[in-house]
Structure formats: structure tokens, C-alpha cells
């Protein structure tokens, strides 16, 4: 079975300062999807970015980026330019290329990381 | 309504009452998802339905049960629940045809006394 693990429970970044958080993943597929989802005290879960993992490209959105590492099962985010906004839990993700002939696969969640922003 | 709404968003219920959340998408999806948050455990998939069918149910017990009685709408049905049902209850949609990208809604805080 697949597993997501964040290794950091709480992360604290400066304002206007960058911050790294971790993922690892434990899989024996070789087609599949990494998501990190930010989830603000409003609690609405919001997608942040997502990674093919045929792709060798990091994906990068704004301020945000992963640094993909296939090989080892790591797929960290890193925030640049943190803003108190940022301020959230953080949720890595994993999902399976759908299974032939089934519908939706499932996501697998990490346990997540709370990052606070200090002004 | 844009995206996906949930309601109530608080819910304070006792052991023997029977009560349900819903769940409504204005995407277009044809996918819909529950999940239970509980503190310091990750999210996990209660059940899924595809184009109105249940597709998986992760061996959740049945004082949960779900509806679906279009692609809009996805129900919870509760009764009999236990102190340790309390948790966050999410909504999620998605397209059939990207079935990788989920969109959540805010959440039922569930309180069981």
C-alpha cells in the first residue's frame, strides 16, 4: 500500500523568508501523481500545486515549487517570499495512475505539516 | 454557490440521535468523496461515488452511510455514532476524466457527546 510520510509536524518561517517542507512516499507504481494541499484555519482544503511523475521538470506556481526526487520517493515544497497568508497546514499527497477498467483511484494523505508565518 | 459547499458546518449530536451532512458541487463533477480529519492522523477516504455509484467503501463502519442521489449532491447519513466519530468531515468532487485533482469543501465539525 502506498504511504505518504511528513516528517515535520511544525514548520515556522520568518515573513519574506523561504521555507522547505518535506515529503516522502512509499510506492511500487511508476506512473502517479503528488499533490501538496493547503488547508488555512478556514479549513477549505485548496489545491497548491501538483506533480506528474513522468515529468523530470519541478513544477513551480508563483511562489511556490517542488523539488522532485524520483529515485528517493521525496517531494518537498518550498515557499519563497513567505507571506503571513501562507500561514496553514500543508498536506502532501499521492495519488496512483487510475487502475485499468476501475474509476477514481484514491488519494493518500500525509499527516501534514502546520507552518506559521511570523511578521 | 461556487465550488463545493458543505452544511452544516457544525454539528453537536448525541449518541443516539440520527442526523446527516450534505454535500453539493457546482463544478460539474461526476466524482464526489467523503473523508474523515481526525487531529494528528491523516485524512482518511470513507467513500467515493462515481457517476452516482459507489465505488469504494473503505471498510467504514455502518453507522455511516452515505447517498448519492445525483452527481450534485452527496449525503451522509449518521446514527448511533461514538465519541470517536468526532472529526472533521470533508466533502470533495472531481471530473471523472482528471480524477486526480480533488476539490474540497469547508468542512463539518462533528461533535459526538
Known amino acids: 500500500a502506498q504511504t505518504v510520510t511528513q516528517s515535520q509536524p511544525e514548520m515556522s518561517v520568518q515573513e519574506a523568508e523561504t521555507v522547505t517542507l518535506s515529503c516522502t512516499y512509499d510506492?511500487?507504481?511508476?506512473?502517479?501523481?503528488l499533490f501538496w494541499y493547503k488547508q488555512p484555519p478556514s479549513r477549505q482544503m485548496i489545491l497548491v500545486i501538483r506533480q506528474e511523475a513522468y515529468k523530470q521538470q519541478n513544477a513551480t506556481e508563483n511562489r511556490f515549487s517542488v523539488n522532485f526526487q524520483k529515485a528517493a520517493k521525496s517531494f518537498s515544497l518550498k515557499i519563497s517570499d513567505s507571506q503571513l497568508g501562507d500561514a496553514a497546514m500543508y498536506f502532501c499527497?499521492?495519488?496512483?495512475?487510475?487502475?485499468?477498467?476501475?474509476?477514481?483511484?484514491?488519494?493518500?494523505f500525509g499527516k501534514g505539516t502546520r507552518l506559521s508565518v511570523i511578521a | 454557490e461556487t465550488g463545493v459547499t458543505q452544511t452544516p458546518r457544525h454539528l453537536v449530536m448525541g449518541m443516539t440521535n440520527k442526523k446527516s451532512l450534505k454535500c453539493e458541487q457546482h463544478?460539474?463533477?461526476?466524482?464526489m468523496y467523503w473523508y474523515k480529519q481526525s487531529a494528528k492522523k491523516p485524512l482518511e477516504l470513507m467513500f467515493v461515488?462515481?457517476?452516482?455509484?459507489?465505488?469504494e467503501n473503505n471498510s467504514v463502519p455502518s453507522r455511516f452511510s452515505p447517498e448519492c442521489p445525483n452527481s450534485s449532491h452527496l449525503f451522509l447519513h449518521l446514527h448511533t455514532l461514538q465519541p470517536e466519530d468526532s472529526a472533521l468531515y470533508l466533502c470533495?468532487?472531481?471530473?471523472?476524466?482528471?480524477?486526480?485533482?480533488?476539490?474540497f469543501g469547508p468542512g463539518t465539525r462533528l461533535t459526538v457527546t
Open positions: 463544478l460539474g463533477h461526476n466524482a
Open positions: 470533495a468532487s472531481s471530473q471523472e476524466a482528471a480524477a486526480y485533482e480533488q476539490y
Open positions: 499527497a499521492y495519488i496512483g495512475m487510475r487502475r485499468s477498467g476501475s474509476g477514481n483511484t484514491p488519494l493518500v
Open positions: 461515488y462515481s457517476l452516482e455509484e459507489r465505488v
Open positions: 510506492t511500487s507504481e511508476s506512473d502517479y501523481y
